[in-house]
């Protein structure tokens, strides 16, 4: 026979690595639901309520009041055999854990998702399910397996050849009843070892069969779910930064996210190979992890803050000094020359790979002097490419251009007519001036070069900007934009109400 546990109840991490492979929820979308369910829903005959925990935290304990109120309805909802003689209790085994709060649990287990259904959203509701069922699970009998191995004789003429298949038939479904972890592959590990019911000499027939080769195969990308699993196991960031970490990745234009799958974009892997050729041992993982123990340390007051960033600050100083003109000319030099420079009676420069607005192509390193440009594939571009889209300025046909700084997409009325186009990012907010527009990503031309903001995509009818990532749920107080902090509260831009922090200091207090 065997035995399986459930899983502990949610941490930030797990919460939001389950939340994106049981619901497709992205890290910031779960934060901001669960901020939600935290701070309160109306229910019905009782006000304004809590319904979770609070949301940010490392830690898999319980309060032993909660654990006799999950005991009491495990008893009544699943019966008996499903309860626990003794509260199962957890540690939490992650590195440099802050554990000042609970795990993430419903504040009553007597609340079923059921019960509260009428007052939630759908995405509330289903983020609400999830901490509900696996807080109880966590405190639910273990699923029982028989362990089964089978003999099958096969005979090929005068050949006899032995195989064996080993599985589990499940004998008593225990915390399955309510719930089970999901994993990151699509594979089920249950179906796979499940065999039939089969009894000593039963002659079976051969159906077909299946060979099969196995190669060494790279590791899958990441996932939003799998990518806070390595976070929190390398110790960089914290429960706090994990949804902002991904959406920082994705607002800069770093990775793209493809069927829940991030892939990197040219420019990621530039500044990836940037900072590793120039800043080693700032983007290592372990440099980062040391970082976050530090600040634990000053927050715990055991560590003087102004120790760690002298330590930290002056070295980075100097070597930013030191890199400063090599980065400026950071790029991948070709083993070919330029083929227009003879032409035009200049030495030849060397080809190097330059990184432009829409992706890497190829230059010469002669630039000003030489405008030779070419795609990676090889293929020349001099001529602009009609596009078949017009100018919404001049009605002109647009073309993809190329320009100092790699292809681009203009009006063929240039000089008379300035239109770029530009890529937008779209946040899911619309804009709260014109209420027509959508609020977009934008980079800034001046002031701190490449700085990023955030406007309405009817510019320039409507000239809203704001300087922080606005979110969907308007303030609770006068029904403004809110904006996105660098501490994971949210801010109005009217009023002035912070969402999360008022409640996170009566958390820690």
């Not at 979770?52 to 008893?75: F, N, P, Q």
């Not at 790279?218 to 976070?231: D, G, M, Q």
């Not at 940037?274 to 007051?301: C, H, Q, R, S, Y």
Request: net charge negative; hydrophobic share 30%; charged share 30%.
């Amino acid at each position: 026979e065997v035995k399986r546990n459930p899983a502990p109840p949610f941490t930030t991490s797990t919460l939001q690595q389950e939340a994106a492979r049981k619901l497709g929820f992205g890290a910031r979308r779960t934060m901001r639901l669960a901020q939600q369910l935290y701070e309160g829903i109306e229910l019905p005959g009782e006000g304004r309520v809590g319904l979770i925990t609070y949301m940010r935290t490392d830690s898999t304990t319980i309060a032993e009041s909660a654990l006799r109120e999950i005991a009491e309805v495990v008893k009544t909802e699943f019966g008996a055999a499903y309860a626990l003689k003794q509260p199962r209790r957890y540690k939490t085994k992650q590195r440099g854990a802050q554990e000042a709060h609970e795990a993430i649990r419903p504040t009553s287990a007597m609340r079923t998702p059921d019960r509260v259904a009428g007052a939630l959203d759908k995405g509330q509701l289903a983020l609400y399910r999830l901490i509900w069922q696996r807080t109880v699970a966590s405190q639910m009998a273990e699923a029982r397996f028989d362990q089964v191995s089978v003999d099958v004789e096969a005979v090929a003429g005068d050949d006899r050849y032995l195989l064996r298949a080993t599985g589990q038939t499940l004998k008593f479904d225990g915390f399955r009843r309510v719930y089970f972890e999901g994993r990151d592959d699509t594979a089920d590990e249950d179906a796979e070892s499940a065999l039939p019911r089969l009894t000593a000499e039963q002659v079976l027939r051969l159906l077909e069969v299946l060979p099969e080769q196995h190669f060494t195969q790279p590791p899958p990308r990441f996932t939003e779910a799998s990518l806070v699993k390595a976070l929190e196991e390398l110790g960089i960031g914290r429960p706090s930064t994990y949804a902002s970490i991904i959406s920082t990745l994705q607002d800069r234009g770093y990775v793209r996210l493809e069927e829940r799958r991030f892939f990197p974009e040219d420019v990621g892997e530039v500044v990836t190979d940037l900072l590793k050729e120039f800043f080693p041992d700032v983007v290592d993982v372990n440099f980062t992890a040391k970082m976050e123990e530090d600040l634990d340390e000053i927050a715990e007051g055991t560590l003087r803050w102004v120790q760690v960033l002298d330590e930290f600050y002056g070295p980075f100083e100097r070597l930013l000094e030191k890199n400063e003109g090599e980065i400026q000319r950071f790029e991948e030099v070709l083993d070919e020359t330029c083929p227009l420079c003879p032409q035009e009676g200049r030495k030849p420069g060397q080809l190097v790979i330059k990184l432009g607005r829409y992706g890497k192509f190829i230059g010469c390193s002669n630039w000003p002097d030489c405008n030779y440009i070419r795609n990676l594939d090889g293929q020349e571009r001099k001529e602009p490419e009609v596009l078949e889209e017009t100018c919404p300025e001049c009605g002109k046909p647009l073309a993809k251009k190329w320009g100092r700084f790699g292809p681009f997409i203009g009006c063929t009325g240039y000089p008379e007519c300035r239109y770029i186009k530009r890529e937008e990012q779209k946040t899911g907010v619309k804009c709260p001036k014109c209420g027509q527009g959508d609020l977009v990503v934008k980079r800034a031309r001046r002031g701190k070069r490449g700085s990023l903001f955030y406007g309405c995509n009817r510019y320039p009818e409507c000239d809203f900007t704001v300087g922080q990532r606005p979110v969907p749920d308007p303030c609770p107080s006068c029904g403004s934009l809110m904006v996105q902090q660098k501490d994971g509260t949210t801010k109005c831009t009217s009023c002035g109400t912070i969402v999360g922090a008022v409640a996170e200091s009566v958390a820690e207090g």
